[in-house]
């Protein structure tokens, strides 16, 4: 494998890092259809523990089975497959070097009030299943927001130590913040800063709506003569809060939406200098062919390849 030097460029924001971890952020980076454009595409597959497994799966339920994830996945030619404990083991064996691993550490359910996660598995799992990289949510704002920084930070480290990449997934909620403020663009800003700050190689975020949920941020941006009306000027923001663009920031689907919307998301990531997208529901709840070709225009669309190109 040659690495590109779009790939040394990214890889050269995180020098003094150990070589371990910039050898499978390299992985993650090089791996699929994407690999050597400095864009990823990661199928996370934590829904079934945060959500349930009805909301999750029932709508394509050969997606129930953890074989299925890993293969699609593995056909879509994607980045990476990221997803707790449970699904990873189920898989990782039969798949073995198909396709680098992220293992989600802390989960949340649907069942309870408070806005948290548990520990869920740990570095040792993590090389184990041959994984390349360790992932943690946290909920910056929540009332266990502190707690969950320092779960993460000793995690970090000890992952780092043993030469894994980490993978912040920023998500604001609870405690002051309510449904629109969790994707006001001041906050997704700050979610990404606190991961990077944290010690993130890689930083999960939602796209950001116009909505701006501090008064004294809106004062700001109001001042600033950028145009925030348009997803691709704020995704800019987003990445500048990421250390200037030196941190790997991917944008998550949502739930599942038609294909052109989820397209017009993608170019806006890509023409706002993001790195890719972490797109769970919308992959794994669509029928596999459809799937397929939804994850084929969105790669078309990173690599800005239109489809007469490649035919
Ligand atoms: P989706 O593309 O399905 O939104 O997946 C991305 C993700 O970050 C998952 O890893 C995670 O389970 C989910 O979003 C969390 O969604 P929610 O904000 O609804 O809890």
């Known amino acids: 494998m040659r690495v590109t030097d779009r790939v040394k460029e990214i890889l050269s924001y995180y020098d003094g890092e150990r070589p371990g ?6 992985r993650i980076l090089m791996q699929g259809r994407t690999g050597g454009s400095g864009k ?4 996370p597959v934590d829904q079934g523990f945060e959500h349930g497994p009805a909301r999750s799966f029932a709508l394509n339920p050969p997606a129930y089975d953890p074989h299925y994830v890993f293969e699609l996945a593995i056909e879509a030619r994607l980045s990476a497959l990221a997803a707790p404990l449970g699904l990873l083991a ?22 309870g009030t408070v806005k ?14 041959g994984c390349s990289a360790i992932g943690y949510t946290i909920y910056p704002g929540s009332e266990r927001q502190y707690e969950m920084f320092e779960e993460v930070r000793a995690g970090a480290a000890e992952a780092k130590a043993s030469g894994l990449a980490v993978v912040v997934w920023a998500y604001p909620r609870g405690g002051l913040i ?22 993130a190689h890689i930083i999960k975020v939602k796209p950001p709506t116009e909505a701006i949920a501090t008064a004294e941020a809106e004062r700001i941006y109001r001042e600033s ?28 689907g949502g739930p599942t939406r038609g294909t052109d ?31 397929l070709a939804m994850l084929e225009s969105m790669i078309d669309t990173y690599l800005g390849l239109s489809p007469s190109v490649r035919a």
């Open 21 to 26: 971890v910039k050898a499978n952020l390299a």
């Open 90 to 111: 189920a898989g990782a064996d039969r798949f073995a070097g198909e396709i680098p691993l992220i293992l989600k550490a802390n989960s949340a359910n649907s069942l």
């Open 178 to 199: 309510d449904g629109p403020g969790e994707t006001a663009l001041d906050v997704v800003a700050y979610g990404a800063q606190i991961a990077a700050q944290l010690g």
């Open 225 to 252: 003569a950028v145009d925030l009306s348009q997803l691709s000027a704020r995704v800019g923001e987003v990445v500048k809060a990421a250390f200037a663009g030196r941190r790997i920031v991917i944008f998550s």
């Open 261 to 291: 919307d989820l397209l017009a998301d993608v170019r806006a990531i890509r023409d706002g200098g993001g790195f890719g997208s972490i797109v769970g529901r919308n992959a794994f709840q669509r029928p596999r062919a459809e799937a």
């Open 40 to 43: 990823v595409v990661i199928l």
């Open 116 to 129: 948290d996660e548990a520990i869920t598995a740990g570095v040792r799992d993590a090389l184990e299943l």
